[in-house]
């Protein structure tokens, strides 16, 4: 130019940068958080959710020379365990029933199981749904068990167990000057039932 100037100013480098994300609201997803966030161009953004929440979709972006992310933001989905199953007479006794959906529980909601008649419980009574969407143990089991019944009148019984186990018999005797009239002795069946009732010890002078 005849003026002896430049047609225009001198050109200014600015940075390339994508809209940020660490501002109030600007992540909509209540349960997402960002545990990285650099929003130049080759920057990343990385995402992790909070505690009973997983990841779905890529768990971080970057900042692209267009100035926008290279994807959309992931979304947090709960953790849940399948319903446990109930094992063969047993049933629940509690089930939490918060974050439940459609049947399914939430991490950290618990069940507790018992047993049903003459049954007894092995394993653990109450299991919790883990961070991983597995229950905390396995289902108990619940197996059939006679009861203790104490000692007839006038005798003692043998073995003495707080539960007796499908086919353990009883042995009665009676105290000196009495006898038991059963020649058979009770016998614990496979549903918890006594084979037969727990004889008396009858004194000789009444037989």
Wanted: proline share 12%; charged share 20%; with cysteine.
């Amino acid at each position: 130019m005849r003026s002896g100037k430049w047609s225009a100013t001198i050109p200014k480098c600015e940075p390339v940068k994508c809209p940020a994300l660490d501002g109030p609201g600007e992540l909509y997803e209540p349960h997402l958080h960002l545990e990285e966030h650099n929003n130049t161009y080759g920057g990343r953004a990385v995402f992790v959710c909070a505690w009973g929440y997983r990841l779905l979709g890529p768990p971080g972006i970057e900042c692209e020379l267009s100035g926008n992310w290279s994807g959309s933001l992931p979304k947090c989905v709960p953790i849940q365990c399948p319903p446990p199953s109930i094992p063969a007479n047993a049933h629940l006794i509690q089930s939490e029933a918060a974050g439940m959906d459609g049947g399914r529980y939430a991490v950290g909601s618990l069940v507790q199981f018992a047993c049903r008649g003459a049954h007894q419980l092995e394993g653990e009574a109450s299991i919790i749904c883990t961070e991983n969407g597995i229950w905390s143990h396995p289902p108990p089991f619940c197996r059939p068990r006679c009861p203790y019944l104490g000692d007839p009148d006038n005798g003692v019984i043998a073995p003495i167990k707080y539960a007796y186990e499908p086919g353990d018999e009883l042995q009665i005797t009676c105290s000196p000057g009495f006898e038991s009239r059963l020649e058979n002795r009770p016998k614990c069946l496979s549903d918890g039932r006594w084979s037969s009732p727990l004889p008396n010890c009858t004194n000789y002078s009444q037989i």
